[in-house]
């Protein structure tokens, strides 16, 4: 694969909920060529809240126009999203949709911690309400430390889930940071809501990694194609890519992702939280840059037809 880049297409600062960050970005398609692009945006305290842009995928750089509040808020003080939640994909389900999401909260031992949720549009994405002021997946003995990143499909009657699950902590002592541990495994539903996680490592870090990012996948000719992210040792995030029969057992093919950072710039530093999508028999990635998407997302269209 091979990807040309068009460009920082979404920038922060267009609302005090989204002073900063236009991180973790999905499409969801509303007609012809206008797409929702959804995010999590950052306030000045640094807590994320979903929202969305209306723009046309063939000029993107136009916007339609913005989410003027937030599709998906921070929870109460205490629950497990109230210092962030930002938006990992949507389901259509029947007249609803519903929206899964990474709810984030501070820890003092470690700093943060994060979980699974839930919101539920009635009014076809309108406003979303949440389903629980608890996650719908917690940790557990297979999960026991985080859970986040879902991205969900509904096949043969079975709700699917690829999601990010944290294994440990590395504690450091001074001024370095702790560095979390964590990979891509997978779970099942019988409706979306009650959820068993598998226990199955989908994508596992290799030895000089510590962290498999937030999973997108689709299915093409029969095959389970997953788009991700990984860092380790001293480099920040790159895209990855891998492919799967099932959707259980994968097969990492990071050498053809065809995309890195630029030699200067908004994405010179990282790439992450690739989101690839085809529309009109064209490829395109939707990808964050240099800290985690503080300066906006960019777009790259697939050269490959």
């Not at 608890?134 to 026991?144: C, F, G, Q, V, W």
Request: hydrophobic share 30%.
């Amino acid at each position: 694969m091979k990807w040309k880049k068009k460009g920082l297409i979404l920038k922060p600062g267009e609302y005090d909920w989204v002073k900063t960050h236009i991180q973790n970005p999905f499409q969801e398609h509303v007609e012809k060529d206008i797409f929702k692009i959804h995010f999590a945006g950052r306030d000045k305290n640094n807590y994320a809240r979903g929202g969305c842009a209306l723009l046309d995928i063939e000029n993107p750089q136009k916007i339609i126009s913005w989410s003027e509040t937030p599709t998906i808020d921070i929870g109460e003080p205490g629950c497990f999203d109230d210092c962030g939640a930002m938006p990992s994909c949507i389901v259509n389900n029947g007249d609803k949709k519903y929206m899964y999401y990474t709810g984030w909260t501070q820890k003092v031992k470690t700093p943060f911690s994060f979980y699974i949720g839930l919101a539920i549009s009635e009014n076809n994405g309108v406003t979303y309400k949440k389903y629980s002021r608890t996650p719908i997946l917690d940790r557990s003995e297979k999960d026991p430390f985080m859970t986040a990143s879902p991205f969900v499909i509904k096949e043969n009657n079975i709700w699917r889930m690829w999601y990010v699950s944290c294994i440990g902590w590395q504690l450091n002592e001074g001024d370095l940071p702790s560095k979390h541990y964590y990979h891509i495994k997978y779970a099942e539903s019988k409706d979306g809501l009650n959820w068993r996680p598998i226990g199955i490592d989908c994508i596992y870090y290799k030895k000089d990694e510590y962290a498999i990012a937030r999973p997108i996948i689709f299915k093409e000719n029969d095959l389970y194609k997953m788009w991700y992210c990984y860092r380790g040792g001293a480099n920040t995030y790159r895209a990855g890519y891998a492919e799967s029969e099932d959707g259980l057992k994968w097969t990492r093919k990071d050498n053809q992702v065809g995309i890195d950072i630029s030699e200067k710039g908004w994405d010179s530093k990282m790439i992450c939280y690739p989101c690839v999508f085809t529309h009109k028999n064209q490829k395109y990635m939707l990808y964050n840059g240099n800290d985690y998407g503080k300066t906006g997302c960019g777009l790259a269209v697939s050269n490959n037809q």
